[in-house]
T-cell receptor, first 113, second 113 residues
């Protein structure tokens, strides 16, 4: 039972570098999303997708891109990393957008120097 | 802006104690309130509360929602060291869409021997 799988678990970037955080789920969930978790701020939604080919912005989308070419995968791209993007990133999915019960991946700890 | 406030921010108790974690909010138009447990990394779902006054139970954990007074509590009885975690509270939007979750900053619980 893989659930939601995120890679890598840890990453260190230099300012200006780009990278992609991978997220895959094997539960045939329609809804997928990306959150960032910062100390004292709770989880904040970056981008989400209600199905393959459909994406939308969340609360803090600037500096990030997403795409959803398949039901299973929802990668998050950092275009030009900045120290303010140092955070723990979580991918989460649910059966469909109207189902609030989210299943989370184990997270990616990203440091931007 | 929707606001979810959790208290206390952190708590240290001895094994066997009973704890009550609080989640208060300023939103009146929402469908559900959710509780998650975050150990080490991935938050895991505990409860979803939709109706006021109806207690949900799972083993030693229970939770109740008071829509009139705008709060929810999570009770843990006979605490164990395995209960050590961050407990997150989240509110949905009025239609219960997964993309409209607003998370609190969490309560960090440490259970000592």
């Amino acid at each position: 039972n893989a659930g939601v799988t995120q890679t890598p678990k840890f990453q260190v970037l230099k300012t200006g570098q780009s990278m992609t955080l991978q997220c895959a789920q094997d539960m045939n969930h329609e809804y997928m999303s990306w959150y960032r978790q910062d100390p004292g701020m709770g989880l904040r939604l970056i981008h989400y997708s209600v199905g393959a080919g459909i994406t939308d912005q969340g609360e803090v989308p600037n500096g990030y891109n997403v795409s959803r070419s398949t039901t299973e995968d929802f990668p998050l791209r950092l275009l030009s990393a900045a120290p303010s993007q140092t955070s723990v990133y979580f991918c989460a999915s649910s059966v469909r957008a109207t189902n609030e019960k989210l299943f989370f991946g184990s997270g990616t700890q990203l440091s931007v120097l | 802006e929707d606001k979810v406030v959790q208290s206390p921010l952190s708590l240290v108790v001895h094994e066997g104690d009973t704890v009550t974690l609080n989640c208060s909010y300023e939103v009146t138009n929402f469908r559900s309130l959710l509780w998650y447990k975050q150990e080490k990394k991935a938050p895991t779902f505990l409860f979803m509360l939709t109706s006021s006054g109806i207690e949900k139970k799972s083993g030693r954990l229970s939770s109740i929602l008071d829509k009139k007074e705008l709060f929810s509590i999570l009770n843990i009885t006979a605490t164990q060291t395995g209960d050590s975690a961050i407990y997150l509270c989240a509110l949905t939007g009025p239609t219960g869409t997964a993309s409209k979750l607003t998370f609190g900053t969490g309560t960090r619980l440490q259970v000592t021997l």
